[in-house]
Nanobody, 127 residues
Framework: QVQLVESGGGLVQAGGSLRLSCVVS????????MGWFRQAPGKEREFVTTIRWLGSNTYTADSVKGRFTISRDTPKNTVYLQMNSLQPEDTAVYYC????????????????????WGQGTQVTVSS
């Protein structure tokens, strides 16, 4: 069974940075497409960014482009979300997600495209 465990959330002032980590159990991490989503209070869960199983191809939502970066360390079975220039509107629970779907033609930006989810980690940005 695949398990995802996020860490690295916390409270930070506007303009600050955080790095989230997501450790994935199992032997086939290198074959997974990985994604980060977030859910702010009273809002729907939204796509943040995704990285292909190949490791170097990424796609990021316009709302965080240029500030957030996804990366993966295959030997460590870990995907990261580096978040810079954080703003109060980035306050949310951040979720890591994984899927066995692999596509070179489309980016997986919807929740139903992912099979496995972490429990989430809270990020709070104060003004």
């Amino acid at each position: 069974q695949v398990q995802l465990v996020e860490s690295g959330g916390g409270l930070v002032q506007a303009g600050g940075s955080l790095r989230l980590s997501c450790v994935v159990s199992g032997r086939t991490f290198s074959t997974y497409t990985m994604g980060w989503f977030r859910q702010a209070p009273g809002k729907e869960r939204e796509f943040v960014t995704t990285i292909r199983w190949l490791g170097s191809n990424t796609y990021t939502a316009d709302s965080v482009k240029g500030r957030f970066t996804i990366s993966r360390d295959t030997p460590k079975n870990t995907v990261y979300l580096q978040m810079n220039s954080l703003q109060p509107e980035d306050t949310a629970v951040y979720y890591c997600a994984a899927t066995n779907q692999r596509s070179l033609n489309i980016w997986l930006v919807k929740e139903d495209g992912y099979d496995y989810w972490g429990q989430g980690t809270q990020v709070t940005v104060s003004s």
